[in-house]
C-alpha cells in the first residue's frame, strides 16, 4: 500500500521537438499526452483520463474501473500505460490494448475484498517506444515536464444518513415480530446533528393505520434524561441533561430505559429482543449491565434494560389480527411536527427468534455472514449506493473549511464529482438514497425503501465502528520520551465511536509490548491521540482500532527521542553545592565525572585554533582550584586552574588528551570522563581521561578536588579556562556523578547506562552482585522533568 503524498508532475523533462498542429490542438511533436478533459483538446482527442488528485471510493466487495487514456504523436511510435508510483493492490489489474497503436485506453480494474480496507494511492505514466513520457499540463498541454497522473482509492464501507424528516420504510419485515419464535432487531446508530442539538428523536416506530386511524405499537427514542452516578445501587448524584435509548410498549405503557449514555454524538449499538414469554430486552453496546466507573468518566456506558409485555402486543401478532388494517415500520423520523430523526444507521439486522445475551455480545463488532445465522429475516449494511450509475464516488479534491470548489474531476468546467470536506463529518453528502431499494442481504426479499416527510437521506461513505480504521501518517513524527504529547494520525474510515483507540507499539529488540490509549475522532480523516511515555528513545508504530480491539495491518512509524541541554556562547548550566554534592563525593572512594557531549560550533575566534569551552568543571571561588573536563582546538583535555595559574601556581599545567578527528565540531557524540582517586588514597588524587570509554594520556597527579576546593559546584558547559571569553556551543547529555573512582569497566558501563542490578548470566551459588548505580550521586538528563534527575 503506498501510502504518502499524492505526486504531480516527475523530475524528468521531455525535449520539445517543435509545435505542430494536430486535429486543431498545440502539441508537441514527438510528445505524449494524456486525453482527458481539458481545454485545447478536440472532441476526438478527448478521453476518460482522470485530473491528477482524483480520489475515488469504494465498497468492498464492488468493481472499480478507471480508464487511462493516451497518445504519442511521434511517428510510428506506440504507447503504453504504466504504475509509476505504488503498486497494485492484490487482485488488481493494469491491462494495456492487445493491439500496440499510438492511442490507447489502458483498463485500471479491481473489485477489493472485506479485508483490503485501507487507502491506496497510485501513480500512472504513459510512454511511447520512442522514449518519450506523458507531458504538458491542465493549462497548457504543449508544457514541457512529465505529467504523471496520481489518484487515490479509497476502500471503506457506507452507513445511510438522514436529515430530518427522513426515514427507512422497513415494513417487509414487520410480520416476523411475532411471539410465535420471538424476534430481534440490533443496528448501530449515531443520533444527533453535528452539534448534538437534536434530543427526544423517533429511532424506531411499529403501528398500522386503519382508515383514517393511526395506531402505533412499539416505540424507541433518544430521549433527554438526568445523568446519575451509581454506587452500589444507589444513586449518589444526579446533575445534568444527557440522553438515553427509551423502548416503549404503546399499549401497555411499559417503558424499557437505559442509563444516560455520556458518548451522546458517537455510534452505539443497540439490540432489541422479544422472548416467547413478552420480557422485551434492551442491549446498549454490547451485553454487560450497567456499570460506572469510580470517577463516572467511563468511555462506554453498557447496559440491559427489560420490561415484561401481553405477547399479544407485539407489532407482528397485532397486524395478523387485526382486519383490514396497513401495518408500518420505520427507521427514523415518524411524526414529522414532533422532533425528528437526524443522524446515521448502519447495519441493521432483523431475526425471527431471539437471541440470548452471550449472542448479542458476538455481534457488537461483526459483519454477518447472512448464510450461517439462523432465523435471520433482514440484513442491511447500505453499501449499495451508486451515483450517475457507478459503484464508487469520486472527489476532484479535498476542500477545507471555508474554501469552494465546483468539483471538476474533469477539467471541463461541470460539476461532476462532490467534493470531500475535511471540517466536518455533515460537509459531504455522497449519493442520495430517497426512493433506493436497500438490498436485503438475508436472502428474503425483506428490502427496505429511503422515503421522506421532509428532508433527505443520503448513502454515506462514513463507516460505523464495524469497520477497520486505516492510518497513513502521524504529525509530529518525533516525540519526547516522556510522552504525553498529542499527536494527529491521519488517514481513512475513522468513525465516532466510544471504543476508538490508539495502540503504540515497541519492536521486540526494544522490549516490546503495547500501550492502548483512547483516540479522539476529528473527521473521517484524522484523529487524535495523547502519545504514552516510552523507556528509552525508540520507533514506535502506531494503530488504530474504532472498536477498540482489531487493529489492522496498516500502522505508521513514530520516533521517540530524548533531549539534550544546548549550549550556546554564553550559557552555563551549574548545579549549585546546596544539597552537599562536594561532600558526596569527598570520600575513601575517590570520585568521576562524565558526560556525553556533542561539539557544534565555536564561540570565538582564536587564533590557529578550533574554539570550544568548557564540558563538565568542578569549580570554586579560587580559579586555580577548579578541574575541568574541556573541548579545545578539536581535541578533549584534562586541565586545572586558569591561564593567571601559570604565573601564581607554576606547578598547575595543562594536560592534553588530544583524539585527532574525534574532537571536530559537528563530528558526532563523544563521551567523556574522568575518575579520580581520593585524596588520602595512596597515589593521592589520579586523574585518569576517558574519551569514548578508552583512556587518553597518562593519569596526572591534581592539587585540588572536592575535598579541599573552596564553595565547590559543578559546571556543565560554558567557558574555557585558559580562554574565559570562550564558550562551549553544541549539545551535553546524561552527566553523571559517581562518589567511587570508577575503572574502565565502570566507565563502559556509565557511558551507556549498563545498569542491571544482576548480571546477565548468575554466578555459581545465586549471589547476587552489588546496585551498581549504589554510588551514583547524581545523574541529569535534560528530559524536561523531575524524573530525569537524581541524587
Known sequence: RAMGGVGGAGSARVALLGLVALLGASVCDGAVYWRDQRAGLTTAQKGLTAVNGTIYYVTPGRAITLSFDALSTAAGATVEVALTQGRLPKGATLTNPAAPSNSVSSTFAWTPTADQQCEYQLCFTAADTTGASSTGSYSDVAAAGVDERCVSIVVTEQSVSLEPGAYL??????????????????????????????????????????????????????????????????????????????????????????PAVYCQLEWHFVMITADKTGKITMYVDGAEKFHDSPSGRAFTTPSVSSITIPTANYAGDVVAA??????FFRL?????????????????????????????????????????EVGLVGYYTFDVGAQAGRTFSKYALTLLAGSTSDGDTTGDGLTDSPVRKTDVVWGARDMSAVGANITDLSGKGNHLTGKTLDGNLFFQYIPSPVAPACPASVYPEVLHVKGGETVTVSGNSFTPSPWLTCAFSLPVAAGGGVTHVRASYMSPFQVTCVAPAMPAATVASIEVANDGVRFTDQSVPIYYLETALAANATSTASVANAKGLCAAINGSAGYTLSAWVYPTGASSAVPGTVPGGGVLTLRGTVEKESIQIAFWDSAFELGTGAISNYVDDPKQTRFEAAMPGSGLPNAGWHHVAVSVTAAASAAGRMATLYVDGAVVGIPVKLNYGPDNIADCQLDIAGKYNQYPTSFLVGLVDDVQVWGKALDACGVRRAMWGDFETAPRCPPAGGVVSADPRADLKARFLFDGSAADAVG
Open 169 to 258: 420504510d422497513a415494513t417487509p419485515f414487520l410480520p416476523s415480530l411475532t411471539s410465535a419464535c420471538g424476534w430481534s432487531i440490533g443496528f448501530w446508530v449515531k443520533p444527533g446533528s453535528g452539534d448534538g442539538s437534536a434530543l427526544d428523536m423517533d429511532l424506531l416506530t411499529a403501528g398500522y393505520d386503519k382508515g383514517p386511524v393511526t395506531t402505533v405499537m412499539h416505540t424507541l427514542k433518544w430521549k433527554q434524561t438526568a445523568q446519575a452516578t451509581v454506587v452500589h445501587g444507589v444513586t449518589t448524584q444526579s446533575a445534568g441533561v444527557f440522553t438515553a435509548f427509551e423502548f416503549t410498549d404503546v399499549t401497555s405503557g411499559l417503558v424499557a430505559k437505559s
Open 332 to 372: 427514523g423520523t415518524y411524526d414529522i411536527t414532533q422532533r425528528p430523526f437526524e443522524g446515521f444507521f448502519d447495519d441493521v439486522r432483523v431475526y425471527g427468534r431471539v437471541l440470548e445475551a452471550a449472542a448479542v455480545a458476538k455481534q457488537v463488532f461483526v459483519k454477518l455472514v447472512a448464510s450461517e
Open 322 to 327: 387485526v382486519t383490514g388494517e396497513t401495518g
